[in-house]
Structure formats: structure tokens, C-alpha cells
């Protein structure tokens, strides 16, 4: 289903424009649907842009509705899953960016949207970062999406998982789309609150796979970014030479939206300084016809080991073809991994195929810390969500992007996540 139509279908429930006032702020149309069944939550950007354009949501409206998900959804206190935090100021953050938008003076294409970020991301509020101490300052990551006018809604996770019926700690275990649980040691509230529809995009923070994997698991589109195209200034790192913080999104577009505003030079993180000038409008990269004469090695080192998921990534190929592109088997060597390849073997490898990219089953090319990476979602296996991964050369997020359009465009992948029974009942 179209995602255009997915929305319009909550839309036409009968939703009526209602007048808001608060604290002496012009009159602001809302919308009232059912918390449930309400598909506006699990929508992209542009649709939440067209509808706060239209007159028919507000951010405030918006933000409200996530956090009322989040508290039904991801439980409280040892409950408490995705989430470590809620940020205390989001409504009235959300309803400043309403204010903006009624006197005309949007900030850009993530204006009033909700937005998450990974506990290690510093923010110069009432949260704490990485479970300690209050930051005096916001990361440059968070800086520039408040300037972009997004609303920073909370905090997610970054390690250790609870069941939802005991409270029990579940270290190195993530939750899949559907409320389940998946043995990974790469983890990522992040992942689970994007695919269960707790904010619109979040920022998470990649050392060795924590970005790719928890969206390729959750069905999600994940960027890993080259590293200092995004700072990591104000970010709690784990190993410099590998952090780089990057999107995790339900559509190629809102990730590109956001890498573009993420993105910039950070005088406080000096790698980015070779980022200048290589900083572009990556929404202009969704092209649908973007595979066209790509040639693409495929990495067959991370095939074999499971029949199933070669199965749907075989069809994930079939899509690359049917859509232009030039598929050339490769092999890396080494059993695979990129970190015991002697330095710029990958580059070397990819110029002399002539190649524009890899692709690979998602859970596999993790280890390619100094490549940008996308994945996006490829099919399920045994019900849980795989994706594909585009790996290329430094600074080439722009053409990732734009392959990676063009296949989830050609084989709309995403899903909107199915609860049980008893989280529906809550909802209502």
C-alpha cells in the first residue's frame, strides 16, 4: 500500500478540525483519531508536512500522541524498554514550532517533527546523557536538528533490554518489529521505537553495527555515515576511529531528509573538516530510476550461512537487475571481514571492478566502520524483518541513497508493526 494512501485512510475516519488555544497562541487546528488506529503516527515526514501544511495536525497535536504511545507501548519505570527517558519540554517545544509555522517562519522539511536520540547523544535540557550527569551543552547532532526545528521527544537505550512482563534484564538482546525479541549483540532502542511507531526518526550511533543492524532487524531504513561527514561533538563515543552517528528512519526519504540536516562541519570534532564541500542535499538523491547501469558488487562472503536469508536476498538481487542494475560477484577475502582487509583494499577493490557500490544481507558488512552504509528493507525471514545492505567508497552517500530508493521504491518492503492483542486494548 502506498504510504500516501496508508495515511489517508486515518484521515477519512472522520477526523474533524477542531480550534486550539494555549497560552495565548493563535488558534491551531487539531485532529482526534483513535490512538490506535491511527496510521499518521507510522508516516513519513512529507505526509506529516502536508497534513501540519493543510491545517490538519499540529506538532503539538503530534508529539502528544507519541508520547502517549510511548508510555502505552514501552511501559515505565523497570517496564521501560526503548526508552530511557522523555524529554519534560517536548510539548512545549512542539507547540513553540506551531506557534512558528502559524506566523509562516518554518525552519525546514523536519519542522515540528518528533525525534529521538540515543542516550550517548548530549542535550542541553532536562535529560541526562548516557544515564549520567546533565549535559551544559547540546551535541552539534542535537544543536542542528533543534535549529531544523525538530522536536527532541526523548532518549533511547543503548544496551541492556527488559522483559515486558517481569522487568527481568535481557543484556544483548533487541526487540524485533513485532514486539519480540531477537539474540543480537549489536542493540539499539533507537531500531524498536522507530519500527514500533514512537517518534517519527531517531539518531543513533554506530561503532560496529549498532545503526545497520538494529534497523536492518526492525525493518528499517539505517545510514551509517562516512566518517566526520556527521560531528561527533558532544556524543559519548566508544571508539573514535569508528563512531559516527547516523538516521534510522521508515523510509529512505525521511533518512536522507535527516542525514542532510545532520551533516556539517564541527569545529569541536576536527574530522569534519574534510567534509567540506562534500556536504549536499541528499533528498535529491531519490530518484526512482536510480539503479540504472549501477554496477554492483555483490559480496558473496556474507552468503552460506543461512538458506533462508539467501533465499530473500536472492530476490533482493533479482529487484537490482529488474530495476537496471549490473550485479559483479566479489569477494573480500579474509573470511569477510573488512577490519583484517590492509587499508583502502576496498577502495582498490571497487576501482578496479569499476564498481558503484556492494550490496549484502545487512547483518553481515557491519564491520565496514570507514564506508558509509544504508540499508533498507529487503523481506522477512521466519517473520522477522532482513534488509539490504549498499556499501560504497567515502563521501558517497548521495549514490547509496539513491540505489537504495530505487530498490525499496521498486519493492516496498516496509510494514506497519502488528501488536498483540493486549497492547491494542491499551491504545484504545
Keep these: 500500500m502506498d504510504r500516501r494512501d496508508f495515511v489517508r485512510m486515518g484521515l477519512s475516519a472522520g477526523t474533524t478540525a477542531q480550534s486550539d488555544r494555549a497560552q495565548g497562541a493563535a488558534s491551531l487546528p487539531r485532529i482526534t483519531p483513535k490512538l ?37 507501548i514501552d511501559g ?10 522523555v524529554n519534560p519540554e517536548a510539548l512545549k517545544i512542539a507547540l513553540e514550532m506551531d506557534r512558528e509555522r502559524a506566523l509562516k517562519r518554518l525552519r525546514g522539511p523536519l519542522h515540528g517533527i518528533p525525534v529521538l536520540l540515543k542516550d550517548n547523544i548530549a542535550t542541553a535540557d532536562r535529560m541526562s546523557t548516557a544515564s549520567g550527569e546533565r549535559a551544559a551543552s547540546d551535541a552539534h547532532v542535537a544543536a542542528q536538528l533543534r535549529a531544523a526545528g525538530a ?8 544496551s541492556e533490554w527488559r522483559d515486558t512482563q517481569s522487568g527481568e534484564l535481557l543484556p544483548g538482546r533487541g526487540m524485533a518489529a513485532d514486539g519480540g525479541y531477537l539474540p543480537e549483540r549489536r542493540r539499539s532502542g533507537a531500531g524498536a521505537a522507530i519500527a514500533a511507531g514512537l517518534a517519527t526518526l531517531a539518531v543513533g550511533t554506530e561503532t560496529d553495527g549498532a ?5 536492518s532487524f526492525c525493518g528499517l531504513v539505517g545510514i551509517k555515515p562516512t566518517l566526520g561527514l556527521v560531528s561527533r561533538g558532544g556524543i559519548v563515543a566508544l571508539a573514535l576511529r569508528q563512531d559516527a552517528p547516523g538516521p534510522l528512519a521508515r523510509s529512505v526519504a525521511d533518512a536522507a531528509l535527516m542525514l542532510a540536516v545532520m551533516a556539517g562541519v564541527d569545529s569541536a570534532d576536527p574530522a569534519t573538516q574534510a ?16 539503479l540504472g547501469e549501477r554496477r554492483i558488487g555483490v559480496v558473496r562472503d556474507f552468503f552460506g550461512r543461512s538458506e533462508e536469508l539467501d533465499l530473500v536476498i536472492a530476490d533482493a538481487l533479482q529487484a537490482l537487475l529488474l530495476q537496471g542494475a549490473q550485479l559483479v560477484d566479489v569477494h573480500l577475502g579474509q573470511g569477510g571481514q573488512a577490519g583484517a582487509l590492509p ?23 557491519a564491520e565496514l566502520a570507514e564506508y558509509p552504509h544504508v540499508t533498507v528493507p529487503a523481506g522477512q525471514v521466519c517473520g522477522r524483518p532482513v ?25 516496498l518492503h516496509w510494514r506497519a508493526p502488528k501488536y498483540p492483542a493486549s497492547v491494542l486494548l491499551n491504545m484504545k
Aim: hydrophobic residues 45%.
Design 36 to 72: 490506535g488506529a491511527s496510521p499518521i503516527l507510522d508516516a513519513g515526514v512529507q505526509e506529516q508536512q502536508e497534513l501540519m501544511q493543510a491545517g490538519k495536525l499540529t506538532s503539538h497535536w503530534l508529539t502528544s500522541q507519541y508520547l502517549a504511545r510511548i508510555k502505552t
Design 211 to 215: 545503526c545497520v543492524a538494529p534497523a
Design 151 to 158: 522536536v527532541i521527544i526523548g532518549k533511547t537505550s543503548r
Design 343 to 365: 587499508p583502502g583494499a576496498l577502495d582498490a577493490l571497487m576501482a578496479q571492478q569499476r564498481l558503484d557500490a556492494l550490496v549484502a544481507p545487512s547483518c553481515a558488512p
Design 275 to 290: 567534509s567540506v564541500g562534500r556536504v549536499v542535499d541528499y533528498s535529491a538523491a531519490l530518484n526512482k530510476g536510480g
Design 76 to 85: 515505565s519505570g523497570t517496564r521501560r524498554q526503548s526508552l530511557i527517558e
Design 387 to 411: 534488509g539490504l545492505s549498499f556499501v560504497g567508497t567515502a563521501y558517497s552517500e548521495a549514490a547509496l541513497i539513491q540505489m537504495a530508493y530505487a530498490f525499496e521504491q521498486a519493492t
